[in-house]
């Protein structure tokens, strides 16, 4: 299985946070490991505005090698086109356009996104 970690979700596994249930974190150690640079770049931003502080650098946080970064491509801003506007967040909908594209399954907390067709692993 090909996982996609919503901001939130990378975030909280990088803090090993009790949030994320011992049952999903089985599913990450035996699958593949998606972030996509839209979360580096939401990171960014947010630390720029001093809405969020952590330790390390986004680039930092994928140096351990359990994450695989997921580049932005054309046809993902394209797939924003048909996507409906159920959730207006551009980097939410960044991550559901990726995981339409390319067969991912976006683990979040976030219900606001479920309306969406695409398989998500809640944490």
């Known amino acids: 299985m090909r996982l996609l970690l919503d901001t939130h979700a990378f975030?909280?596994?990088?803090?090993?946070?009790?949030r994320i249930t011992s049952s999903v974190i089985e599913m990450l150690q035996s699958s593949e490991v998606c972030v996509s640079i839209?979360?580096?770049?939401?990171?960014?931003?947010?630390?720029a505005l001093r809405k969020l502080s952590i330790p390390e650098s986004f680039e930092t946080g994928l140096a351990d090698g359990r994450f695989v970064l997921q580049p932005i491509e054309l046809r993902h801003?394209?797939?924003?086109?048909?996507?409906?506007?159920?959730?207006?967040?551009?980097?939410?909908?960044?991550?559901?356009?990726?995981?339409?594209?390319?067969?991912?399954?976006?683990?979040?907390?976030?219900?606001?996104?479920?309306?969406?067709?695409?398989?998500?692993l809640w944490v």
């Open 38 to 47: 839209a979360s580096a770049w939401e990171i960014a931003i947010k630390r």
């Open 77 to 120: 801003v394209e797939a924003l086109v048909d996507l409906p506007l159920h959730h207006r967040d551009p980097f939410d909908r960044m991550l559901v356009a990726q995981c339409l594209t390319d067969g991912l399954t976006l683990v979040t907390a976030d219900r606001r996104l479920a309306p969406y067709d695409v398989p998500f």
């Open 11 to 18: 975030l909280w596994v990088r803090e090993r946070s009790p």
